[in-house]
């Protein structure tokens, strides 16, 4: 275990369903990060945030909607996705935004039908 | 463009023989280099890093090899075991976004037994 646990592990949701990605990190890290991994592409940074803040939106659409409410919690909310949006989003802490390392979770397999 | 890449999408060793997965990176400023192991259902897990200004390191079974002269990057595994069986990405730190990493491909280790 790495510290880092996310909720669920799997979803499958229409394209006009809301649905939320959860992750806890317990290690008492100030930085937390979203990641895509799709079967063909490299993993991808998508949110960065520090102290609750958001520090990084790497060019992500406005379908994905980060929610940080405290240091040790990191949402992701989904509304309307594209079956395209299909992948595995990763979750990952680190102490804080200096080259410190990164501590994933493992992942919330998503469906969209 | 930059890019992070691997040559071989797929490794297959005996065990007991040595491992050697390789990187190629493009960007000469980056100058921090981290391996990370994924197995199936879990997130990837860091495995060692090294700094430009290092062209070895050196852990537990593990070894990365660092050429800036060709930019490349190299993990080797000793003794390789089942248990080494994964996926391998490499990834690359630029000096101006300390915690943007940027991932390979990534090289599916296979250990025959």
């Known amino acids: 275990e790495t510290g880092v646990t996310q909720t669920p592990r799997h979803l499958v949701m229409g394209m006009t369903n809301k649905k939320s990605l959860k992750c806890e990190q317990h290690?008492?890290?100030?930085?937390m990060y979203w990641y895509k991994q799709s079967a063909k592409k490299p993993l991808e940074l998508m949110f960065v945030y520090s102290l609750e803040e958001r520090v990084e939106n790497n060019s992500v659409p406005s379908r994905f909607s980060p929610e940080c409410p405290n240091s040790s919690h990191l949402f992701l909310h989904l509304h309307t996705l594209q079956p395209e949006d299909s992948a595995l989003y990763l979750c990952a802490s680190s102490q804080d935004t200096s080259r410190s390392e990164q501590y994933f979770g493992p992942g919330t397999r998503l469906t969209v039908t | 463009g930059e890019s992070v890449g691997l040559h071989l999408p797929t490794l297959s060793v005996q065990e007991g023989d040595n491992s050697i997965i390789n990187c190629a990176y493009s960007?000469?400023?980056?100058?921090?280099f981290i391996w990370y192991k994924q197995e199936s259902g879990k997130g990837p897990q860091f495995i060692i890093d090294i700094r430009s200004n290092m062209d070895k390191r050196q852990g537990q079974r593990v070894t990365v090899l660092l050429n800036k002269t060709v930019k490349h990057l190299s993990l080797q595994i000793a003794a390789t075991q089942p248990g080494d069986s994964a996926v391998y990405f490499c990834a690359e730190n630029r000096k101006d976004s300390s915690y943007k990493l940027i991932f390979g491909s990534g090289t599916r280790l296979l250990v025959r037994p």
């Open positions: 960007n000469s400023a980056s100058d921090y």
């Open positions: 290690l008492g890290h100030n930085a």
